[in-house]
């Protein structure tokens, strides 16, 4: 059964998220005032392909596999969607239909404003607009630097600056060296590559090199990064 409220570090998480950090304290009040809590276990669908929009959604904790099929049947991910990261706002606005499948990935928690209360919100919070005008802005840089990584970025380069991103959005520092982060986010090697729109023996192999290199450490429960400023040269050596 569903918790009706987050625990302390799920609050921190969504309170500490940038964009919905940058917003009035009374538009932040508003929208905690009517979101309501979701669980979900590892592996369990949150939103299909062709759902009506009826949400807007935050993680509040684990991670949302963004995915779509292949005409063969495959599954390809696309992205995560991390803690204190606002999504689903687009639908709320044209109405269309979900284009994508989203997964729990590990446990996760979800903070959910309805439709409706979105709709209430917008009209009471003027500048609710123009916050989410910036965050389409950024999505929409960031879509174009990937796309730009994808076209001009070796492969190496590319993973590097993905372990990057997964160690400061996940990452956590080893017991035995707080210097190294364990990057919490549970990755088999195929999401990995799928995540980089490349094969997972390429990725493999080049895993095994930064390896070598003890840029990182491969172990069965996934990855540890020992040296970020080497994964920060090898991205912008390759740049």
């Not at 917008?122 to 802005?137: F, T």
């Not at 590319?158 to 707080?178: I, M, N, T, W």
Request: proline residues 3%; contains cysteine; negative net charge.
């Amino acid at each position: 059964m569903d918790e009706p409220i987050l625990t302390m570090d799920e609050r921190e998480a969504i309170n500490g998220g940038r964009w919905f950090n940058s917003l009035s304290p009374s538009l932040r009040h508003d929208i905690l005032r009517c979101a309501y809590v979701k669980r979900f276990k590892d592996g369990d669908l949150i939103v299909a392909r062709g759902d009506p929009p009826t949400e807007w959604t935050a993680v509040a904790k684990g991670a949302v596999r963004v995915s779509s099929t292949s005409l063969s049947g495959k599954q390809i991910t696309l992205t995560y969607v991390e803690p204190g990261v606002w999504f689903g706002d687009v639908a709320m606005f044209d109405g269309d239909q979900r284009t994508h499948d989203a997964y729990a990935h590990d446990a996760t928690t979800l903070l959910c404003v309805s439709r409706n209360d979105f709709q209430k919100i917008l009209s009471n919070h003027g500048e609710l607009y123009e916050a989410l005008m910036r965050l389409q802005a950024r999505r929409i840089r960031t879509l174009f630097g990937l796309v730009e990584d994808l076209n001009t970025l070796p492969l190496r380069a590319r993973l590097a600056k993905q372990l990057l991103h997964l160690v400061r959005s996940y990452g956590v520092p080893c017991l035995s060296d707080g210097n190294e982060m364990r990057i919490g986010l549970q990755l088999a090697q195929e999401e990995l590559a799928q995540l980089l729109g490349a094969s997972r023996q390429r990725v493999n192999q080049e895993l095994k090199s930064m390896e070598r290199e003890d840029a990182i450490r491969i172990e069965q429960g996934g990855l540890v990064v020992r040296d970020r400023e080497m994964l920060m040269r090898i991205a912008d050596a390759e740049s």
